[in-house]
């Protein structure tokens, strides 16, 4: 479903070049929850951003479902992006003002007129209970995020990405900052998605206990693909698992 072709990406700081990947190949399958582990620098989170058209490579294409989206012009790139992929970040990326459930709406809301948002919220704030329900925040709705838990903020930044039914999640460190019992939640969490929601899962992760529950494992080097190997996970180890 989702192809990446010998992606070069460099990034320029004055005088110097880092070269960040370089020459790397990979496919990801429709239904797929894949984790990339590699060391610091190799290049994962800027290999997450290409692949949800954050940015794009200096060459190489990407492309989904045969069609390349690395080229797209800005706004084609942006609405394809909106319906497709949704991102998950190791510091969460919440709004401290907003309650749960308006963090949650906040796809839905920007880049909407004001008729059109006035006009759907109803349908949305529906859209956005299920969700934090599905995700076991449904108790939570009008706490603030200094009134969660990390992991709960991380459900809540979950609940945020899968809003508007995005077919992939690219979720970056997404147990970064939590400890090992929370991390292992969002994982389970993930997981559950992945299998019963059909939702396609790129994870980056430092951890490999929790790379060994995904489905497969790539690692990365000096910004290419070094390893590519099944995880170890059956699904009715699940609850043991993490
Ligand atoms: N916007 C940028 N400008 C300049 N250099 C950058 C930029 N973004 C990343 N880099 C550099 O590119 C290299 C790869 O960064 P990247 O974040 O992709 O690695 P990573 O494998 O995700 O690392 P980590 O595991 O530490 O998060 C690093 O050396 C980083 O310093």
């Avoid at 990339?36 to 479902?65: E, F, M, N, R, Y």
């Avoid at 948002?117 to 109803?122: G, K, S, Y």
């Avoid at 997981?191 to 490999?208: A, K, P, S, W, Y």
């Avoid at 060994?212 to 698992?241: C, I, N, W, Y």
Wanted: glycine share 8%.
């Amino acid at each position: 479903m989702l192809v990446a072709e010998n992606l070069f990406k460099s990034y320029r700081r004055h005088a110097d070049t880092v070269k960040v990947l370089q020459g790397l190949n990979l496919s990801v399958a429709d239904g797929e929850f894949l984790s990339i582990v590699g060391a610091s620098g190799s290049g994962k989170s800027t290999l997450l951003h290409l692949l949800g058209t954050l940015d794009a490579p200096d060459t190489g294409t990407i492309s989904l479902d045969g069609r390349r989206v690395d080229n797209l012009r800005s706004r084609e790139r942006d609405a394809l992006r909106n319906k497709t992929f949704g991102f998950v970040f190791q510091f969460y990326h919440l709004l401290p003002e907003l309650t749960t459930l308006d963090n949650v709406l906040m796809p839905a809301f920007i880049g909407q007129s004001v008729f059109g948002w006035l006009r759907t919220r109803a349908q949305w704030r529906l859209r956005a209970e299920e969700i934090l329900n599905r995700v076991g925040l449904g108790h939570r709705l009008r706490h603030k995020p200094r009134e969660l838990s990390g992991g709960e903020m991380q459900r809540a930044a979950v609940a945020r990405a899968l809003l508007t039914r995005p077919r992939v999640l690219l979720a970056d460190e997404p147990t970064g900052n939590l400890d090992v019992e929370n991390g292992g939640d969002i994982v389970r969490l993930l997981r559950e998605l992945n299998r019963d929601d059909g939702v396609t899962i790129v994870m980056v992760t430092h951890n490999l206990e929790i790379a060994a529950v995904t489905d497969r494992v790539v690692k990365m080097s000096h910004g290419q693909v070094v390893e590519d190997t099944p995880g170890s996970f059956r699904p009715r180890l699940l609850s043991a698992a993490v």
